[in-house]
């Protein structure tokens, strides 16, 4: 052993010379699923710690997949936190790569998909969706690896066509029964009416006018309107919204208040005619015939928001140490010229000012914007994004094509809900970590949940198309035991939940009154990581009291030692789980801590600092 590198997440006691392969055994090996093929694979393959200036790494083997980029090592790592069935703790869904970089000693070049690579490469640079990064070292592989690993990235990470995702080639069994019978998909007539039903709006109904997509690819097959409205004035007012997008009822109150969605009119549409026919349908559908509150949303635009995300990209995945403290001294001023925090306000208060019109003022609210498939979608997610038909194959990027605009519109959306997860913590059922597990799960190319523009698009799949590819199975990203341990989807629910919590939520919407959400943005940098505290502490502690107080409550019999055994075990937990948990290593392994004594000196922790944020 001539070299012994060692950090809280990497330890390596391999020199660089005197390795000819890496031997693992079955357990330490990539596990492939069914119907999962090799592109490509590389032995030696050097995987730095991040912001390690590449002084510390684990020698393994990178492989490239139809479904993941893999790096496996024979050194084993403690990790308690959450563990997916589909991926290894270094492997990432090709789906969810965003960017590849060639990186030399002072410089990284961005690599384009389709190109192809003809020189070697020694290093390279994955920056993914989800802001996880990884940069590997080929500099003891063989002299063609780079390049036939990157090649075959650059090809199968950026699919031409939707049958080229790997869900088309997915070939383990499902059972679509399975999920939990209070889910329901929102894909059938009686799905909707039982909506309807449930929430006592008066004077709509049910409409079938697009029965079998008749009317518009883009629309579902069955959609709620006004009941004065009949199917023909729909068929000849829908060809004037842009995506055929007429207004669609989606939630109301048994006091007659209805949300109700709807695209922008044509450009080359300039008589609002039939825009203001069924607008007066909506009114008349209100008990007090009450004139309907517009609220529109066309900023910010898709363009607006994915120009954000690639600012807030770039501060929470620095490669260097150089760069991290360059962009710790100055982080609130470059946190504010990404704007992410501010189309957040803007979303959460255009959110107030339409629970303030239903709520307080009783009156119908129609949200109105481009095709009406972006902004408009609101809160539950399969029925307002996934059946509605938010355009997720085009907004996440999941097929390369110039001529679509790519924006995390979704990311936005659990930003703002885990901005009201802060403010009112016993108000919802989800934890963060819920919020950000789905995140990660819209970029899995498994599960149809986040993998099509619309539900005409999932009906095709399901049934085979003119295209010759077999039918796909439907696999929803619901039934989270695919991915899951019943361990892992304990940590989805809030254990400071309270279900008789009523009162209307009126948060603050100023940027004074928000937070970055520091568990999806920066877990995968182990500088800011608080060893030992930070909000898992305080949930897991809080996860304690609560099973105890139901304990209680269930009898006082045979305690004692189920209390006891309950707070050894939450006490052993808690002397491993850091601030990122569970998302991150366990820091036990020794080693620096994860905030470089380098970094702690009288300049970084200014007031602009970083590691002076709250947790």
């Given at each position: 052993m001539n070299d012994i590198r060692e950090d809280n997440r990497f330890k390596s006691y391999i020199g660089e010379t005197d390795l000819e392969s890496v031997t693992l055994d079955g357990t330490q090996r990539t596990k492939f699923l069914e119907g999962e093929t090799i592109v490509s694979e590389a032995q030696k393959v050097l995987l730095y710690a991040p912001l390690s200036d590449r002084k510390k790494y684990v020698v393994g083997v990178l492989t490239v997949t139809t479904f993941k980029l893999s790096f496996v090592c024979a050194e084993e790592v403690e990790f308690c936190g959450q563990q997916n069935n589909l991926l290894g703790i270094n492997d990432v869904c090709l789906s969810s790569i965003d960017v590849i970089y060639q990186v030399s000693d002072r410089t990284k070049k961005k690599l384009s998909p389709g190109q192809n690579i003809t020189g070697r490469i020694k290093d390279i640079l994955v920056v993914c969706k989800n802001m996880k990064?990884?940069?590997?070292?080929?500099?003891?592989?063989?002299?063609?690896?780079?390049?036939?690993?990157?090649?075959a990235l650059l090809h199968h990470a950026y699919p031409k066509r939707h049958t080229l995702l790997f869900a088309y080639?997915?070939?383990?069994?499902?059972?679509?029964?399975?999920?939990?019978k209070e889910v329901r998909l929102f894909q059938t007539r009686l799905d909707w009416e039982k909506e309807l039903k449930r929430t006592k709006c008066q004077n709509w109904r049910v409409s079938h006018v697009n029965i079998?997509?008749?009317?518009?690819?883009?629309?579902?097959?069955?959609?709620?309107?006004?009941?004065?409205?009949?199917?023909?004035?729909?068929?000849?007012?829908?060809?004037?919204f842009r995506s055929r997008g007429c207004p669609v009822w989606v939630w109301g109150t048994s006091k007659g208040a209805a949300l109700v969605r709807m695209a922008d009119l044509l450009p080359t549409v300039t008589d609002r005619t039939e825009e203001n026919k069924l607008l007066e349908h909506i009114r008349k559908s209100h008990p007090e015939k009450r004139v309907p509150?517009?609220?529109?949303?066309?900023?910010?635009?898709p363009k607006d928001i994915n120009v954000s995300y690639l600012k807030l990209r770039e501060l929470c995945t620095p490669d260097n140490t150089r760069l991290f403290k360059s962009q710790d001294f100055k982080f609130y001023g470059l946190l504010d010229s990404t704007k992410w925090l501010f189309f957040v306000s803007v979303c959460l208060t255009k959110a107030n000012e339409a629970a303030e019109h239903i709520s307080i003022l009783e009156s119908t609210v129609v949200l109105q914007e481009g095709n009406g498939q972006d902004l408009n979608c609101i809160s539950l997610i399969q029925k307002d994004w996934v059946v509605l038909g938010h355009p997720f194959a085009n907004r996440l990027g999941h097929i390369l094509c110039k001529e679509i605009d790519q924006s995390p519109l979704f990311l936005l959306f659990l930003d703002c809900v885990w901005q009201l997860l802060q403010q009112f913590p016993s108000a919802f059922q989800i934890s963060e970590t819920y919020l950000t597990t789905l995140w990660d799960s819209a970029h899995i190319s498994v599960f149809d949940t986040f993998l099509f523009n619309c539900?005409?698009?999932?009906?095709?799949?399901?049934?085979?198309?003119?295209?010759?590819?077999?039918?796909?199975?439907?696999?929803?990203?619901?039934?989270?035991?695919?991915?899951?341990?019943?361990?892992?989807?304990?940590?989805f629910c809030n254990p400071l939940y309270d279900d008789s919590y009523q009162a209307i939520l009126k948060p603050h919407t100023g940027l004074s009154g928000l937070e970055i959400w520091t568990q999806c943005y920066f877990r995968w940098l182990p500088d800011l990581e608080i060893r030992k505290g930070g909000r898992p502490q305080i949930d897991l502690y809080s996860r304690y009291i609560v099973s105890e107080i139901l304990q209680f409550q269930q009898g006082l019999g045979e305690l004692n030692g189920k209390l006891n055994e309950n707070k050894e075990e939450c006490i052993s937990l808690m002397k491993k789980v850091n601030s990122f948990y569970p998302f991150s290593y366990n820091s036990e392994l020794g080693g620096n801590d994860p905030i470089d004594s380098v970094l702690l000196t009288g300049d970084t922790l200014d007031s602009q600092s970083i590691l002076n944020f709250n947790d």
């Open positions: 990064s990884f940069e590997f070292s080929f500099k003891m592989s063989d002299r063609d690896s780079g390049k036939n690993i990157v090649n080639d997915y070939k383990e069994p499902h059972i679509n029964s399975i999920l939990p079998n997509y008749q009317i518009s690819p883009l629309l579902i097959e069955t959609i709620i309107v006004p009941q004065s409205v009949t199917d023909n004035i729909i068929k000849e007012a829908v060809e004037k509150h517009i609220i529109d949303l066309s900023f910010p635009t539900q005409h698009q999932r009906f095709m799949a399901e049934y085979g198309s003119s295209n010759g590819h077999p039918p796909l199975i439907l696999r929803s990203v619901w039934d989270w035991r695919e991915q899951f341990s019943e361990r892992d989807i304990i940590q």
